[in-house]
């Protein structure tokens, strides 16, 4: 190991490697420590975590080490950081400061102004809440909590009534219970946002934008096992695993589809529900995914507004002419919300049923996300 201590030098391999693939860096971490039983998870904690803080504050370290932008140099730095202190130095550039990309900053500087925008940069640079939604064909939140007391320190969410916060994190997937499709990790605002899919009992509803099928697990159990969901996306492999957590959740009244599937022509204006939960730049789950802010630029925003405005066209063409479609993203930025909203008032003859749903990235708080239902008029 070049005399290299044990943490920093896997520390470095696993930046290093990453910075050479495309994976999510999530999922990348993950298929690193599974390939290293050796770590511990004391070892896998201090790995993740600083990962995941020398990557939201990249900017800033490399403008402090403006020589050597190498990883080993930025923990060095890292190491040493006084945030508060930083905060204050004038000298430094605003968006270095937040370590934000230049264009994210001004987008968001737009909409909010300079202070709300640098405390929304701020929440994004640290960790997230760990909240889990729990699976009501299966079990109930109060049977949860009483079973988990005594053993973690959860509480109950206050604006969703399925979700659970835990304030420290454990390994979920260990767990019996979730081995059994008690709960799934689920961001509260993630939750409410699924919440705005008030499906009923015998419902056909396409989850377009399905990915692997968050959302569908959380409306799902008020279907009562009858109906039919069509859980649909371009991605292959995120279907698949969408596919093992309905099984592991009971859900019974779900069809996957595949983006070339002849079904999907079928559908056509039978849906009583479609959501859309569209591409969009993550704006709102920063913290969870600090690297997406890093592959954002001028062009990606114009490129994602292209996207989803496609998306909404197709999916709406499943939609009966009393259904409803629910438009979601994950992102704070107006542009991909309010504005698109307009977009498909006056394109489509729209119109809102009950409140626009938006939250923000807050500290111990949910993470940004944006929902509304529309029927047609």
Not at 145 to 157: A, H, N
Not at 310 to 333: H, K, N, Q, W
């Amino acid at each position: 190991m070049n005399n290299i201590p044990f943490r920093p030098y896997h520390l470095f391999a696993l930046l290093n490697a990453y910075n050479q693939q495309t994976l999510p860096l999530d999922l990348f971490i993950s298929h690193y420590f599974r390939a290293h039983p050796a770590l511990g998870s004391k070892d896998r904690a201090f790995i993740a975590e600083t990962i995941y803080a020398l990557i939201r504050w990249q900017a800033l370290l490399d403008y402090l080490s403006p020589e050597d932008h190498s990883w080993e140099s930025r923990y060095r730095v890292y190491e040493h950081l006084d945030l508060e202190q930083i905060l204050q130095r004038e000298d430094i550039p605003l968006h270095i400061r937040v370590s934000f990309p230049l264009p994210l900053f001004q987008l968001m500087e737009n909409s909010y102004g300079s202070q709300r925008t640098i405390d929304l940069c701020l929440t994004s640079n640290k960790p997230a809440p760990t909240t889990v939604r729990v699976n009501t064909l299966k079990t109930t939140r109060e049977e949860l909590l009483k079973l988990w007391e005594g053993l973690y320190e959860v509480s109950p969410t206050s604006l969703s009534p399925y979700g659970i916060q835990f304030h420290k994190k454990i390994n979920f997937f260990s767990l019996p219970e979730f081995k059994a499709g008690f709960f799934e990790v689920q961001d509260e605002g993630s939750q409410l946002l699924a919440q705005l899919v008030k499906v009923q009992p015998g419902d056909q509803v396409l989850d377009y934008c399905a990915g692997s099928g968050g959302k569908t697990l959380a409306f799902a159990p008020a279907m009562q096992h009858t109906g039919q969901i069509y859980v649909h996306d371009i991605r292959p492999y995120a279907l698949q695993e969408a596919r093992k957590r309905l099984k592991r959740a009971g859900i019974q009244n779900s069809q996957i589809l595949l983006p070339d599937s002849p079904h999907l022509a079928k559908l056509k204006k039978k849906m009583n529900w479609v959501l859309v939960d569209a591409p969009c730049t993550g704006t709102g789950t920063l913290r969870r995914n600090p690297d997406m802010k890093w592959k954002f630029d001028e062009h990606t925003l114009a490129r994602l507004i292209g996207q989803q405005r496609m998306i909404f066209e197709r999916a709406l063409s499943f939609l009966r002419p009393d259904g409803r479609i629910v438009y979601g993203t994950c992102s704070i930025l107006k542009e991909e919300n309010q504005q698109q909203l307009e977009h498909f008032l006056k394109t489509y003859q729209l119109r809102i049923e009950g409140d626009v749903f938006q939250s923000f990235p807050a500290p111990g708080g949910m993470d940004g996300f944006f929902g509304v239902v529309l029927k047609r008029i």
